[in-house]
């Protein structure tokens, strides 16, 4: 069963920025489309950024040219780099591996608040 771990999350001001990072146990994660999904209090889960096995990335709207994924195969690794934060970015953010053939995982989460 595969394991992804999220670190990186805490608090940051507005306008401050924050890295997250999240490691998948298991192989062929290089084969993979990974992602991020993020959940406010209240709201539901959305999807924030996902980038594919060749490097293809996606963004909501609401992150474009403020977030940047990205992914390291040889360590296992996929990471969100979130610049210029706003109070609305404040969320549990969740690593995401995605499956057609075995379903998506999500990793525990990790907290991300964004205050002054």
């Known amino acids: 069963q595969v394991q992804l771990v999220e670190s990186g999350g805490g608090l940051a001001q507005p306008g401050g920025s924050l890295r997250l990072s999240c490691v998948v146990s298991g192989s062929m994660f290089s084969r993979y489309a990974m992602g991020w999904d993020r959940q406010a209090p209240g709201k539901e889960r959305e999807m924030v950024a996902t980038i594919s096995s060749g490097n293809s990335r996606d963004y909501a709207d609401s992150v474009k040219g403020r977030f940047t994924i990205s992914r390291d195969n040889a360590q296992n690794t996929v990471y969100l780099q979130m610049n210029s934060l706003k109070p609305e970015d404040t969320a549990v953010y969740y690593c995401?591996?995605?499956?057609?053939?075995?379903?998506?995982?999500w990793g525990q989460g990790t907290q991300v608040t964004v205050s002054s």
């Open positions: 995401k591996r995605l499956s057609t053939l075995y379903g998506n995982s």
